[in-house]
């Protein structure tokens, strides 16, 4: 039933060509839709015409997750969280404050950094692109923004991870020593002003898939969400016998409690934890078609990065700008890129 | 503070995050561009 840790290449030509595939077969499946019905779409709708609607409910809902409802939404599950004690003393006022302004303060430039993109940028690179594509039927569309937002996303954060050079730069995502809402908009704020995925789901809206975008976006910020959230809303689907069979599908779909608490484990020694791995935002299929996940359907004993230092918060949040006091720490300015974890008296030759 | 080994590095993360970027960029878009010429034939 579960798939372990050990000896998982890592094949990054393999792996290229078959991101490349991946990419193109919403595209193919698209080009094989119009060619087996014979259907023009582009000569009947006007560029950056939406000829199709979701139901009004759900508009509303996706509308309202992208402007203030995720947000809602996480102020109230981190006061559950919170309130049931799963932060427990982890939580200190070093915490606190990077916690607060990672999720506060990034909107604040991001927004505008993506609008001007889009509204600058890409018409002068793209004079003429604007709307050209909003003939692509609603459902592929919807493929192609998932496919291509969540699989980039997926390579920007294993490349954080593989490239020893850009970890710092994720580094503070992993070093809340805890689970939960206070930490799911954790990052350092250059990680976050060039998330691939961003600009590329702004170009294809500008290109006319935006409609698309807006559902995608909805969907993914509950996932992703959920999955950094403390309460293990996904047990039941391991323990209930008749919810198995939708769990069994989820946790290979989806990234879960179980699978994302495992990548923000501090070890992957006990063979639950896997920081090496299950880098999957939305979709969790990407680590077992590269051959990156795990799936144990337990949760890590404790959080975060072994050699953590406690780094100031402002460090945390605007390396490489700010350097870290803390001797030794990855983010000091005479610090190791990747520091070594801090070896356990009982593994230490001669010491029992 | 801020010295030029930061810049490089920053430069360097910038065009990883570029790369990342245009790949998927120009095989969905010139995808789908590509279909059009085709069916329009």
Same mark, same amino acid.
């Given at each position: 039933m579960s798939i372990t840790a050990q000896n998982i290449p890592v094949n990054l030509k393999r792996d290229v060509s078959i991101s490349i595939l991946l990419y =193109?077969?919403?595209?193919v499946l698209l080009f094989a839709y119009l060619w087996f019905t014979g259907q023009k779409p582009w000569l009947t709708v006007a560029p950056g015409e939406i000829t199709f609607r979701m139901p009004f409910f759900l508009e509303s809902i996706f509308k309202n997750l992208s402007t203030w409802g995720l947000s809602a939404l996480m102020i109230v599950v981190a006061i559950v969280e919170f309130s049931l004690g799963l932060y427990q003393k982890r939580w200190t006022r070093n915490e606190q404050i990077l916690d607060l302004i990672c999720f506060v303060l990034p909107r604040f430039f991001i927004r505008p950094l993506t609008v001007y993109f889009t509204?600058?940028?890409l018409p002068s690179i793209f004079p003429g692109g604007a709307g050209v594509f909003s003939w692509v039927p609603f459902g592929f569309a919807?493929?192609?923004?998932?496919? =291509?937002d969540d699989l980039t996303q997926y390579w920007y954060h294993r490349l954080h991870h593989q490239i020893p050079w850009l970890w710092r730069f994720h580094r503070t995502h992993h070093s809340a020593p805890y689970m939960g809402m206070s930490m799911a908009r954790r990052q350092n704020v250059?990680?976050?002003?060039f998330f691939s995925q961003t600009y590329l789901t702004a170009a294809l809206t500008y290109f006319g898939l935006g409609y698309a975008a807006i559902a995608v976006r909805g969907i993914k910020s509950l996932i992703t969400t959920g999955a950094h959230s403390s309460i293990k809303w996904d047990?039941?689907?391991y323990d209930i016998k008749w919810l198995r069979p939708i769990g069994w599908v989820m946790e290979r779909l989806i990234s879960t409690p179980a699978t994302h608490h495992a990548h923000h484990a501090d070890t992957t020694d006990d063979g639950v934890g896997y920081y090496k791995g299950n880098f999957g935002n939305m979709f969790f299929i990407w680590d077992l078609i590269f051959g990156t996940g795990i799936i144990t359907r337990k949760y890590p004993q404790s959080y975060g990065i072994k050699h953590y230092r406690e780094e100031e918060w402002y460090v945390q949040f605007l390396w490489p700008i700010f350097k870290s006091k803390k001797e030794g720490s990855e983010l000091a300015a005479d610090g190791p890129e990747v520091a070594d974890d801090p070896v356990a008296p009982a593994l230490v030759p001669g010491k029992v | 503070m801020f010295t030029l080994t930061d810049v490089i590095l920053l430069v360097r993360k910038i065009l990883v995050g570029i790369l990342v970027f245009l790949l998927p960029l120009t095989i969905i878009g010139g995808g789908i561009w590509l279909l059009m010429q085709f069916l329009k034939q």
């Open positions: =193109a077969t919403p595209v509204l600058k940028a919807f493929l192609i923004i998932a496919v =291509a250059i990680y976050t002003m047990k039941p689907f | -």
